[in-house]
């Protein structure tokens, strides 16, 4: 049997004994929230990711056998290979380069492709394009295009895209381009390419080199009036074609760099006699451009360290600083590098000596500047012959057949055995011959791959070069500084779009993340992995994931923790030193973690009087006869607690003071919490 309680009785009763209840009842049932209305997101347990993300990229890769899990290049992998033949002619009064290339694509790729995308770099200068925070310094007609072949068909570098009614039949697919006004064009093609084949593309272009004193960031500004020319990514290009996106679409914006594809480039560059020219390669024909002079110096730059004049400031003009003739043309060869640049001035004085490469022997060191600025180069030379000598102890042998500095407006750029530089940036751009240069790795969207890897090497070389040990203490604990800002991007957002804090994205953090790393298993074990990596990806596109992956097994230790919270988020581990009990036979600290991301234990032990170590103390090495390093893994924190009572047990000697992450590697945004003292 059963019965209904009317709502409106229900209602009134439930109305009756809630006015009923005393005051003090109410006021507590309002105090209890449900756990979503917390006052704090501060909790005492938390949840440590142990893996890294894996986006459809790179699990396409994996699936084909391109990459895996070991961070080697898989048994499957495969890049595209362009060859490149241009001849290029400068026109100094007008500051135009026209040019004709060849590039023969070979496509070693199981893809058929139906259309090859192009980089013009030059259409950043035309004002209707997408920019970042780069400012050209003039506005040009960027790259014009003039001619377009593809395999000796000729493509309408004029025609319009094909529009279609609603509902009408798709056209039959025809060879066409769209996009030659921007930095990124695309070539339609009539009929795909088969995978594993050679296809050639044909371009005629011409395009002005910015100057002037308006622009803002590297490589906006090209030329110094008219006596001095710096072009870079001054040619059309083919696009990075990989096993892991396909085509390389993103935009030039400026500040971000490139992914281009390793090849040879057959180039031949037409100046005004008494032009010197510099460039990526080897110079072919110097008894036709050079005088006997500069050819007898050339001879003798490899015989010492001393640095040779090839072309002094009183040597200018046809006959004196080349040979003498109302024009030349200089040839340049370069095998398997990722881009071709050049510099040429009628006024440059051009220096030579040395460096000894480990395995290789004695290369040439280039070096071109203006007479006034002779100052800047003083030390350019010897700089650079470290860093090639001093890097190549470090990761690799310098693979390339010489290198050459060149002034001009952008004071510091790398490429292919030319650095744009003088001697403020000499050991920064030589370092980029192993990254990326050597290594190709995608800095439109990874720039910490070269530059953050880059500033890290700078570090060990500037060291070196001081004759000090390298000093990688409190780098990583500096990250907890800037954790939580709002502005920071992750490492693997793409560093095209890094916004305001892409400088610290692309070169700041990854020095802090390998110092945080040195911290965990040594700083000479990450310099050997790194080599090893250096020698596996050589000439190859290594991603991110092939880097944590190669690394992880390099060192033997589980770091999927590792990677994911230095790449993936902005999370620091915020440690501190909550409470210190002092018992009769051992000393219990409570140390906590406050961030998400997770590291080792790390205290030092400060004794009142010198004595040895106790021998329980497993985890404990002497520093000093005062003090002693006690070190718990990270595992400890895998569970999920934030707080963690180390346990120390040292017999009789009594502590005076105990200090956590004593050499600064793990991110901690105050660590005026990290030190306890006996009182």
Do not use: C
Not at 146 to 152: H, P
Not at 251 to 258: D, R, S
Not at 616 to 626: G, H, K
């Amino acid at each position: 049997m059963s019965f209904r309680i009317p709502l409106v009785s229900l209602m009134f009763a439930t109305l009756v004994i809630t006015l009923w209840q005393p005051r003090n009842t109410v006021a507590q049932e309002s105090d209890l929230k449900p756990s979503y209305l917390r006052p704090s997101v501060d909790t005492d347990f938390r949840s440590i990711r142990r893996s890294v993300p894996l986006t459809d990229a790179i699990r396409r890769a994996m699936d084909q056998g391109t990459r895996d899990f070991t961070g080697q290049p898989g048994e499957n992998y495969w890049q595209l290979q362009t060859d490149y033949t241009i001849e290029v002619s400068l026109d100094p009064s007008t500051q135009t380069l026209s040019g004709a290339e060849s590039i023969v694509v070979h496509n070693n790729s199981d893809d058929e492709l139906a259309q090859i995308v192009l980089k013009l770099d030059h259409n950043i200068f035309r004002g209707l394009v997408p920019r970042g925070s780069s400012v050209p310094a003039e506005n040009t007609e960027g790259m014009v295009v003039t001619s377009l072949k593809v395999n000796g068909e000729t493509v309408d570098v004029n025609g319009r895209r094909q529009t279609r009614r609603r509902g009408a039949a798709a056209p039959a697919r025809r060879l066409s381009v769209s996009g030659l006004d921007q930095t990124v064009a695309v070539i339609s093609l009539a009929e795909p390419i088969p995978p594993k084949s050679t296809f050639t593309v044909d371009i005629e272009w011409n395009t002005k080199l910015p100057g002037g004193p308006n622009g803002r960031g590297h490589r906006m500004t090209q030329r110094w009036d008219t006596t001095l020319f710096q072009p870079t990514q001054w040619f059309p290009r083919i696009a990075k074609y990989d096993d892991l996106r396909g085509w390389e679409t993103n935009l030039y914006l400026g500040p971000a760099e490139f992914y281009n594809n390793f090849g040879r480039f057959d180039v031949k560059i037409d100046v005004p006699g008494g032009w010197i020219v510099s460039g990526t390669g080897v110079l072919q024909n110097p008894a036709e451009v050079l005088t006997q002079n500069a050819i007898n110096n050339l001879a003798r730059v490899l015989d010492s360290n001393d640095t040779i004049t090839i072309v002094g400031a009183d040597e200018m003009g046809p006959g004196a600083s080349t040979a003498d003739h109302e024009s030349l043309q200089w040839h340049f060869v370069a095998e398997e590098v990722n881009d071709f640049v050049w510099a040429t001035s009628n006024n440059f004085v051009w220096e030579a000596s040395r460096a000894t490469i480990p395995g290789t022997g004695p290369i040439p060191i280039h070096m071109v500047y203006l007479p006034e600025r002779a100052h800047l180069f003083e030390n350019a030379i010897e700089h650079t012959r470290h860093a090639l000598e001093f890097y190549s102890e470090l990761w690799a042998p310098y693979p390339f057949p010489q290198l050459t500095l060149q002034d001009g407006p952008s004071a510091g750029m790398e490429y292919p055995m030319v650095i744009n530089s003088n001697q403020g940036a000499a050991d920064h751009e030589v370092a980029h011959q192993w990254w990326p240069m050597m290594l190709g790795t995608n800095e439109t969207r990874y720039g910490w791959m070269d530059e953050g890897f880059n500033t890290y090497m700078n570090i060990l070389s500037r060291a070196h070069r001081d004759g000090v040990d390298a000093d990688l203490n409190g780098r990583g604990q500096r990250y907890g500084s800037m954790a939580g800002n709002e502005d920071e991007p992750t490492m693997m957002w793409a560093s095209n779009y890094g916004g305001n804090l892409y400088g610290y994205q692309t070169y700041s953090k990854a020095p802090l993340m390998l110092s945080m790393l040195g911290g965990i298993v040594g700083d000479a074990a990450v310099q050997r992995a790194m080599s090893d990596y250096t020698k596996a990806w050589a000439f190859k596109h290594p991603s991110p994931w092939d880097f944590a992956f190669f690394m992880t097994n390099a060192l033997e230790t589980d770091l999927g923790w590792f990677w994911y919270y230095w790449l993936w988020t902005t999370e620091s581990v915020d440690g501190s030193i909550q409470d210190v009990t002092v018992l009769a036979d051992r000393t219990i600290v409570r140390v906590r973690q406050d961030g998400q991301m997770p590291s080792p234990i790390v205290l030092r032990v400060t004794f009142e009087e010198a004595g040895p170590l106790n021998p329980s103390m497993l985890n404990a090495s002497m520093v000093d006869d005062n003090s002693a390093d006690v070190v718990w893994p990270v595992d400890v924190w895998f569970g999920g607690d934030k707080s963690f009572d180390a346990e120390l047990t040292f017999g009789d000697r009594k502590i005076v003071s105990i200090t956590l992450d004593p050499y600064g590697r793990f991110p901690d945004g105050n660590t005026a919490d990290n030190v306890w003292t006996r009182e």
